[in-house]
């Protein structure tokens, strides 16, 4: 798993997924918005203000830490 703006690996940096796309994205990459990080700015506007679900399941959360 590689930061999909840099391409920086989860040694080099630390990744998290994009919870718009699922995308690996590292902490210099991050977009945030209200205190969530995005792979960018799209993203976090389309989770804000793009269709909305309620469904908060975190299937990328394993991968954390
Ligand atoms: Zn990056
Ligand atoms: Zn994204």
Redesign the pocket.
């Known amino acids: 798993m590689e930061c999909?703006s840099c391409g920086a690996s989860e040694e080099e940096k630390r990744l998290q997924a994009?919870?718009?796309?699922?995308?690996p994205?590292c902490t210099d990459c991050l977009y945030t918005v209200q205190g969530k990080g995005?792979?960018?700015a799209?993203?976090?506007m389309?989770?804000f203000h793009g269709e909305s679900d309620d469904e908060e399941d975190f299937e990328e959360s394993s991968e954390h830490d």
């Not at 994009?18 to 995308?23: H, I």
Request: charged residues 20%; hydrophobic residues 25%.
């Open positions: 999909k994009c919870p718009t796309c699922r995308k994205v995005f792979c960018s799209g993203c976090g389309w989770f």
